[in-house]
Every structure is written in structure tokens, then in C-alpha cells.
């Protein structure tokens, strides 16, 4: 058996206008919030992990 560690990421997109307006959504392509486009600038970089022992 191995000993090798999968390592699993888990990254949720950053809030849409849509989102923000409580709007729902599913097929549009709508454009990200500035607090998306800065949620996804830390998911990218890794500012916004957070590591579970699941």
C-alpha cells in the first residue's frame, strides 16, 4: 500500500453581481463583483485556504 497524501482544493468562485443582488442564477455569464474579483485574486494566490484533517 502507499503512503503517498492526495491533496484535495477546493475553491468556491468569488460573489457575482447576481449574487450580491440576491438574484438567482445558473446558465448567465455574469460578471464578478469587486469582492469577487478580490475573493478570487486570494483563492489564486492561497491567501484564502484553510486546511481541514477530514
Do not use: C
Not at 3 to 18: D, F, K, P, Y
Not at 20 to 31: P, T, V
Not at 42 to 54: E, F, H, L, P, Y
Amino acid at each position: 500500500m502507499s503512503s503517498e497524501l492526495t491533496t484535495i482544493w477546493l475553491l468556491r468562485h468569488g460573489q457575482s453581481q447576481w449574487n450580491h443582488e440576491g438574484r438567482w442564477q445558473g446558465q448567465a455569464d455574469i460578471q464578478l463583483s469587486e469582492l469577487g474579483r478580490q475573493q478570487a485574486h486570494r483563492g489564486g494566490n492561497g491567501s484564502a485556504v484553510t486546511r481541514s484533517s477530514i
